[in-house]
T-cell receptor, first 109, second 114 residues
Framework: DAKTTQPPSMDCAEGRAANLPCNHS???????VYWYRQIHSQGPQYIIHGLKNNETNEMASLIITEDRKSSTLILPHATLRDTAVYYCIVFYVGNQFYFGTGTSLTVIP | ETGVTQSPTHLIKTRGQQVTLRCSSQSGHNTVSWYQQALGQGPQFIFQ???????GRGNFPPRFSGLQFPNYSSELNVNALELDDSALYLC?????????????FGPGTRLTVL
């Protein structure tokens, strides 16, 4: 039960912003939205998380809609090293991380 | 600071055998979670250990079992291996089972069951 829906794949031109959408229409009020990415054959890497407000860190920005039913991960200037599978996860303390199948992002030179 | 390490990197077993996979958590972390990732799929939660006790379990049969040691390292044991157990097994450690739970993942163990 992944509780999130993501497009299976996306392309992005190098240097452009990559916008990765995620639908989590059944999210509960106390569940956080987490984003991880997995570069081929490596363990997943934490990117960012948020509850209600938009968040930004050195890697990415997270935009959560006001009704919290969807979010968008933004990589502001995609590089070839950003090619990976990106997972959107909803999580609450005491529950389990459900990864789903993620979005395979390919950054094109 | 040492990250999460897993051993072995690769393993080949035959159906019916037993396997033990090992994970060393990141320094200062007391929680370890195990995941199974089949080819082309996202990681699936197996179970979590917090301070040497099982603290949650996913939809996996009892032949998947685990241990956490006083130094917070952990083992995943799988008995009576089946072909479908072939997967990448990931270990993740976190500072605590509660609160903000950023998980740090190891590189995984690739298990092949023939």
């Amino acid at each position: 039960d992944a509780k999130t829906t993501q497009p299976p794949s996306m392309d992005c031109a190098e240097g452009r912003a990559a916008n990765l959408p995620c639908n989590h229409s059944t999210i509960s009020g106390n569940e956080y939205v987490y984003w991880y990415r997995q570069i081929h054959s490596q363990g997943p890497q934490y990117i960012i998380h948020g509850l209600k407000n938009n968040e930004t860190n050195e890697m990415a920005s997270l935009i959560i809609t006001e009704d919290r039913k969807s979010s968008t991960l933004i990589l502001p200037h995609a590089t070839l090293r950003d090619t990976a599978v990106y997972y959107c996860i909803v999580f609450y303390v005491g529950n389990q991380f459900y990864f789903g199948t993620g979005t395979s992002l390919t950054v094109i030179p | 600071e040492t990250g999460v390490t897993q051993s072995p990197t690769h393993l080949i077993k035959t159906r019916g055998q037993q396997v033990t996979l090992r994970c060393s958590s990141q320094s200062g972390h007391n929680t370890v979670s195990w995941y199974q990732q089949a080819l082309g799929q996202g990681p699936q939660f197996i179970f979590q250990y917090y301070r040497e006790e099982e603290n949650g379990r996913g939809n996996f049969p009892p032949r998947f079992s685990g241990l956490q040691f006083p130094n917070y390292s952990s083992e995943l044991n799988v008995n009576a291996l089946e072909l479908d157990d072939s997967a990448l097994y990931l270990c993740a450690s976190s500072f605590s089972a509660g609160g903000f739970n950023e998980q740090f993942f190891g590189p995984g163990t690739r298990l092949t069951v023939l």
